[in-house]
Each structure stands twice: as structure tokens, then as C-alpha cells.
């Protein structure tokens, strides 16, 4: 099993800068392909952001590009996720995930493991 948990959330005002974390523990992390998820009261869950295991790759949602950084650091087990100038919208539980699957993708059922999520609250 890999343990996933996720700090970083909490209230920021719109315009400022929000930076979640995700420690990774229990498998060796660099074997894992790493994504960021999000589900907001009475929606599904969606994509946000991906990360292939050496970093090398990146894929975001349309809704966050261009003002998201995905990154991770396999020395400390652990992947990022930066979103400057939020957003009320970005209002939300993110989950970060762990999928074993060569090819990072936006599918949540494609991922083998899930962290418990943090609450981002974006006020205006």
C-alpha cells in the first residue's frame, strides 16, 4: 500500500498564490505516476493536474493551464501542486493520487492509490 497525505490547503484570498503538498510513503514513489484531483459540494471529481514519474511530463486541466505548476521531488517523496492567482471557482477538496500505469492520464479510475484531501477555500 502507498500512503498519501496532502497539506497545504486552507483559506487564501483570490490573487494570492496556493501551494498544496503530497507525501508520499509505503512504495517506492519514483515508480509512480502522480496526479492531482478536485471535487467541490455536488460535483464530480475532476482532473487538475498530472506528473509522469521522472517529471518529465506534465498535463494539466484547461481550467488551471497556464496557471498551475505540477512538480515533484523523488528525493523527499513528495509532489506539489502550485496554482497562482486563484480563484473562487478553485474552491474545493483537492486529492492528490498515485497510478502505477506508465502513461500519466486524467482518469481518477486509473489511479491505484488516493490521499484523504486537503480544503482550499478561495475567497474574493
Known amino acids: 500500500q502507498m500512503q498519501l497525505v496532502e497539506s497545504g490547503g486552507g483559506l487564501v484570498q483570490a490573487g494570492d498564490s496556493l501551494r498544496l503538498s503530497c507525501a508520499a510513503s509505503?512504495?517506492?514513489?519514483?515508480?509512480?505516476?502522480m496526479g492531482w484531483f478536485r471535487q467541490s459540494p455536488g460535483k464530480e471529481r475532476e482532473f487538475v493536474a498530472a506528473?509522469?514519474?521522472?517529471?518529465?511530463?506534465?498535463y494539466y486541466a484547461d481550467s488551471v493551464k497556464g496557471r498551475s505548476t505540477i512538480s515533484r521531488d523523488n528525493a523527499r517523496n513528495t509532489v506539489y501542486l502550485q496554482i497562482n492567482s486563484p480563484k473562487p471557482e478553485d474552491t474545493a477538496v483537492y486529492y492528490c493520487?498515485?497510478?502505477?500505469?506508465?502513461?500519466?492520464?486524467?482518469?481518477?479510475?486509473?489511479?491505484?492509490?488516493w490521499g484523504q484531501g486537503t480544503q482550499v477555500t478561495v475567497s474574493s
Open positions: 493520487a498515485a497510478t502505477s500505469r506508465a502513461v500519466i492520464g486524467t482518469i481518477s479510475g486509473n489511479y491505484d492509490y
Open positions: 506528473i509522469s514519474r521522472t517529471g518529465g511530463t506534465t
Open positions: 509505503g512504495r517506492t514513489f519514483s515508480n509512480y505516476a
